[in-house]
């Protein structure tokens, strides 16, 4: 379930092949005095039956690649990228793209910094 600013993704019982998750991925645009624009993610959530929380932050000129953070981050606490969680429901996702380009007003075909690419990881 999407709204600006929250993505909930979960499978709540467990199948064969598909653990149980709950993830809840909520998002704000801040602006850094240094850096400049960030978006800030939180993520929290559980993976069967283990809760994990996390925070980062990426330059508003990486932030379009923040589906390879997220799936970093639940592969990372034990939900493997193939269950899902990031690729299903790409509807979802592209919601989430388009609220987070119209906050950080990104225009296609953007220079990208590449120190900014080193600090946020990619």
Known sequence: MFKAGHLHRANLTETPGMPAFSIDIHYQVRT????????????????????????VELHRDTVFNFASTLT??????????????VLAHHKEYDQ???DIRSQVHGVSGEA???DHLRQDGF
């Open 32 to 55: 850094d005095a240094t850096e400049g624009q960030m978006v800030h993610f939180h993520i929290l959530g559980e993976v069967q039956g283990m809760p994990f929380e996390e925070s």
């Open 72 to 85: 970093r981050i639940a592969e990372k606490h034990g939900l493997h990228p193939k269950f899902g969680a």
């Open 96 to 98: 989430m793209f388009e």
């Open 112 to 114: 990208i910094n590449f």
